[in-house]
């Protein structure tokens, strides 16, 4: 889903092929040493090691009093306190069950609600480092610690900042240049392939890129191309895990849904959007626990309210998108169509995570909601964009707010399990243990003078 709603989504730059070569670790220096100080050195590391205690990684920051919901399902905490220290969250659960540290500087959360920051496993972010950095920053504005970018990086800034600590940003993981069957006229950034051999090959250069995902394209467009055949995405497939890897994939029919399940494939990052899907089709996928669906609606079709984005869209540029909004009958019932396929896999027990398509930082928002009026709970929409979207990712240190998770938590001025969207009432964003700095990003994002 590209959430449009007046604003530009990312621009996508078309470049020829580069291929990317990532730098190894050097090699080390290592210093010889008489015995006699080799043993010295032993020996003090072993008596520092004695005397040292448990590394917290910094000071103590307790937040009490909110009611807290974990992001794997379970019952939420009322009244709850949870300490992070450094960048970690070292204790969380009922206020008689934490130990509050001595000198802790203490957070008074009352009223509040948290929340796992969320987990947006399909965006296209920029290929620039500046443009990706500002995209970054929007998005942890609204309250995402991680973005996906999944198919479409150009070049070798994605694999950098991969492991960059962005201050006020979310992470950053990427599937490099995804893999497609030629689409003239379209971006050039994905690997075009036309054989076994090829496809094979694309899969090799990507793992030598030390990708996070590998991202397929099986799709006519509307008939304008030919699409990947069950021959050629096989084979992505099985060179793949031969690899180490897994296959996520775009697609539009059902019948290619089945194909790709025959297949292997890991994941789905669109759901079936050509029809209602039938009995067949769930009974492949159940045979298939561990395959997920990242649903990525489309526009509901629905005009909506959307002064909640003022702290980021400049006053006039708001005004004409609200003008935009109104009713639209088409998208509703395309919409209708995928939303009826979300109810029915989501009752069949299939895992659902979270993704928007396009770069539009508050989608994530609108996508809640819409999986909601789809018929999934607000307890499951939650848990889809934290807890599984973090598991699709095999990120073990994030996706809900436990002991030893990364500090990344939302906290909400009321209850989203009330009120899915109650999302977007946002108090403060957490990142890493530090809180990202709103004011400042949403003066830069409305052409304050913050910067």
């Known amino acids: ?3 449009i709603d007046g604003t530009a989504t990312l621009n996508c730059h078309l470049r020829c092929e580069v291929r990317m070569h990532r730098a190894k670790s050097g090699s080390r220096v290592v210093v010889v040493m008489s015995a006699v100080l080799r ?7 072993i008596l520092v090691a004695g005397c040292a205690g448990p590394e917290t990684g910094g000071e103590a920051t307790v937040f009490e009093g909110a009611r807290l919901i974990v992001g794997d399902g379970s019952a939420t905490i009322e009244d709850a306190v949870f300490v992070v ?4 969250i070292t204790q969380a659960g009922q ?9 802790a500087t203490r957070v008074d959360l009352s009223g509040k609600t948290v929340m796992p920051a969320l987990v947006n496993t399909h965006v296209h972010l920029a290929s620039t480092r500046a443009e990706r950095i500002d995209q970054l920053q929007h998005m942890a504005y609204y309250g995402a610690g991680l973005a996906v970018s999944l198919g479409l990086d150009d070049g070798d800034v994605a694999f950098e900042m991969r492991d960059e600590v962005i201050a006020d940003g979310a992470r950053s993981r990427t599937a490099g240049r995804g893999i497609t069957a030629p689409e003239e006229g379209r971006t050039e950034v994905p690997i075009w392939i036309t054989s076994e051999t090829e496809a094979r090959t694309a899969v090799q250069e990507l793992a030598a890129n030390q990708v996070d995902l590998i991202k397929i394209w099986v799709d006519t467009r509307n008939d304008q191309f030919v699409k990947l055949t069950p021959a050629l995405y096989g084979a992505v497939i099985d060179e793949a895990h031969s690899e180490g890897l897994r296959v996520t994939a775009h697609i539009f029919n059902l019948e290619d849904a089945k194909g790709l399940l025959r297949a292997g494939i890991d994941a789905f990052a669109h759901g079936i959007r050509d029809r209602d899907i039938d009995d067949e089709l769930v009974a492949l996928w159940s045979e298939r626990p561990n395959v997920v669906l990242v649903p990525n609606l489309p526009n509901p079709g629905v005009a909506g309210d959307l002064s909640w984005l003022s702290g980021t869209v400049p006053a006039a540029d708001l005004q004409r998108m609200q003008e935009a909004q109104r009713d639209r009958p088409a998208a509703q019932e395309s919409f209708g169509i995928q939303a009826r396929n979300l109810a029915r896999l989501s009752q069949a027990g299939i895992t659902v995570a979270f993704g928007t398509d396009g770069s539009t930082p508050w989608a994530v928002h609108q996508e809640m909601e819409d999986m909601v009026r789809s018929g999934m709970t607000p307890a499951q929409v939650i848990v889809a964009a934290t807890r599984n979207s973090a598991e699709l990712m095999q990120m073990t240190d994030i996706g809900t707010v436990e002991v030893g998770k990364s500090a990344d938590f939302i906290v909400l001025d009321a209850n989203p399990l009330d009120d899915i969207t109650n999302t977007r009432r946002i108090s403060e964003v957490y990142l890493r243990g530090t809180a990202v700095d709103r004011e400042a990003l949403g003066a830069r994002f409305t052409g304050g003078t913050s910067q």
């Open 39 to 45: 043993l010295g050195a032993v020996l003090a590391a």
């Open 95 to 103: 206020r008689a069950d934490v130990e509050i540290p001595e000198s």
């Open 1 to 3: 889903m590209v959430r």
């Open 85 to 88: 220290e450094g960048d970690r």
